[in-house]
């Protein structure tokens, strides 16, 4: 199976803050996928990231997947409350199946 | 992409019944997977749900306490039986269209609280 460490498992920062959140696995990636999930709510995709060194942004967020694809990164800028939430990395495994990491759980103070 | 209706979302249980779950998609597709979310932990992948024939079980999960059918491209349900306390959490179905390094769906959920 799929293993994947995410890092860390929980953050608080100051609203404007930057903060990053790692994802590392134990195994190549050949599809690292960024989760956003609110509590009580389902997932929301953030990125798909595939090719070694690999980098995504969609408004403040980044993914970078290095070039080894072993390490994944998602990095917020100047962050806002609307971005807490929990942050889940995802990797394919054999037959399509997903593996999560262990998830980060991000709260911004206003 | 595709539009997943997942009901109920949320159900409270008394312990020894069971509850099914279902999970419907607008478009035919490829996988359908359920995963389970205990309180504090990540998502942890219960099934392959598979079309026509029994569905394909992860380590620590079994058929007897949570069957799964599959009847068609589009549809799928997951029982939780006999349920206890500790069965108490989020239960996600998700589907992923085409093959290797698409993107995944997921249902919003069922919370299920279990007393």
């Known amino acids: 199976s799929q293993e994947l460490e995410q890092s860390p498992q929980s953050l608080i920062v100051q609203e404007g803050k930057n903060l990053t959140i790692n994802c590392t696995s134990s195994?190549?990636?050949?599809?690292l996928y960024w989760y956003k999930q609110k509590y009580g709510e389902g997932l929301i995709f953030l990125m798909m990231?595939?090719?070694?060194?690999e980098e995504k942004s969609h408004e403040k967020i980044t993914a970078k997947l290095d070039e080894k694809k072993q390490q994944s990164s998602l990095h917020i800028t100047a962050s806002q409350p609307s971005h807490a939430g929990i942050y889940l990395c995802?990797?394919?495994?054999?037959?399509?199946?997903?593996?999560f990491g262990s998830g980060t759980k991000l709260n911004v103070k206003p | 992409s595709a539009v997943i209706s997942q009901k109920p979302s949320r159900d409270i249980c008394q312990r020894g019944t069971s509850l099914t779950i279902q999970c419907q998609v607008d478009?035919?597709?490829?996988?359908m997977f359920w995963y389970r979310q205990q309180p504090g932990q990540s998502l942890t992948l219960i099934a392959t749900?598979?079309?026509?024939?029994?569905?394909?079980?992860e380590s620590g999960f079994v058929i007897d306490k949570f069957p799964i059918s599959r009847p068609n491209l589009t549809f799928s349900t997951l029982t939780v039986s006999n349920m206890s306390p500790e069965d108490s959490s989020i239960y996600l179905c998700?589907?992923?269209?085409?093959?290797?390094?698409?993107?995944?769906?997921f249902g919003q959920g069922t919370r299920l609280t279990v007393v």
């Open positions: 990231l595939q090719k070694g060194g």
């Open positions: 749900a598979n079309q026509g024939s029994e569905a394909t079980y």
């Open positions: 478009s035919q597709v490829t996988m």
């Open positions: 995802g990797a394919d495994g054999a037959f399509n199946k997903f593996y």
């Open positions: 998700s589907v992923v269209k085409g093959f290797m390094n698409t993107e995944a769906f």
């Open positions: 195994k190549t990636l050949y599809g």
